[in-house]
């Protein structure tokens, strides 16, 4: 097996709503802002080679919506999923499977693209099957109206219509053992229903996809929830749960959104669960 990172592009978000109700008197100290309050945030996927799968999770906001659109993240930086994926020797057609945590346009967007004539949607990835779970995609196709503007259709309904959409088993409880990928599934309910939370087994180590279940380093405390969650009280039980449980293991959390810090390591401290190491992907993929 190997692992490589996949820069699909940044963006910037309002530090206000990435941190909740925690002032930014003090989440300012780790996620500076600028002068319009904004934070730099990335979309980091993983790309998993696996005998003949090459699996690839979660995929970016892609390329398909309007400048205006665009213009609500401030998009820096000139990475893009297919250069990082060139950047390997990889290019689109070669995956065979698109692991999605989630349906939010951040991490499903490069998923559909238009066709070569604009008229119409198609999927990014011809040769790859979607994988989300029922219960989620349920959730996502008839989405609440606080979640409605993150669950944009022509990403969503596109997949079901091409006749690549799978969908993974669900967990008695929350986390799903050996799962149709070959890597376990921890599923987290707080920031929207059902979040997959991948679990890789890599040369002895055990890497943990955060996605938004832990933005970025600054996130680490427990009442540290993004104001996007649509159950932070739940968030904080399964944050601890789940950070424990990272501790105990030495899991290596691989962080979707933190501009600069990609891999950490956690302990637990008197003051609860903090951070021990960063790495790059680099120290731990090579």
């Known amino acids: 097996m190997n ?14 709503a990435m941190f909740g109700v925690v002032p930014k008197t003090i989440w300012q100290k780790s996620n500076p802002a600028d002068a319009n309050n904004m934070i730099e945030l990335t979309t980091r996927c993983l790309l ?18 309007s400048d205006k659109f665009f213009g609500y993240y401030h998009l820096w930086g000139d990475f893009s999923l297919d250069s990082s994926l060139k950047a390997h ?5 070669d995956i065979t499977d698109v ?12 998923s559909i693209q238009w066709n070569k004539d604009k008229t119409d949607y198609e999927t990014a990835f011809k040769n790859a099957h979607f994988w989300s779970n029922k219960n ?3 959730w996502a196709t008839q989405p609440n109206k606080r979640e409605k503007a993150s669950f ?28 149709e990928l070959g ?21 002895g180590k055990s890497i943990a996809f955060m996605a938004d ?44 959104h933190d501009a600069h810090n990609e891999i950490i390591t956690v302990k637990n401290t008197e003051k609860g669960v903090r951070l021990d190491n960063i790495y790059t992907t680099q120290d731990i993929f090579n």
């Open 99 to 110: 692991f999605m945590t989630h349906l939010h346009f951040d991490h499903c967007g490069g």
């Open 152 to 179: 944009l259709k022509e990403n969503i309904i596109p997949m079901e219509e091409s006749g690549q959409l799978k969908f993974t088993s669900l967990p008695e409880q929350d986390l799903l053992k050996n799962s």
């Open 3 to 16: 692992l490589y990172p996949i820069n699909a592009g940044n963006l910037k978000l309002d530090g206000g």
């Open 48 to 65: 998993i080679e696996d005998g003949d799968r090459l699996i690839l999770i979660d995929n970016g906001m892609g390329n398909k919506q």
């Open 213 to 256: 279940l832990l933005p970025t380093v600054g996130h680490l405390p427990l009442p540290y929830v993004m104001g996007y969650d649509t159950r932070p009280l739940l968030t904080l039980d399964e944050k601890e749960k789940f950070l424990n449980m990272a501790a105990e293991k030495n899991f290596y959390l691989f962080l979707e």
């Open 183 to 203: 890597f376990d599934i921890f599923f987290a309910n707080g920031h929207t229903d059902k979040q997959m939370i991948p679990i890789i087994q890599y040369k």
């Open 89 to 93: 020797g990889f290019h689109r057609d």
């Open 136 to 138: 989620h995609w349920l």
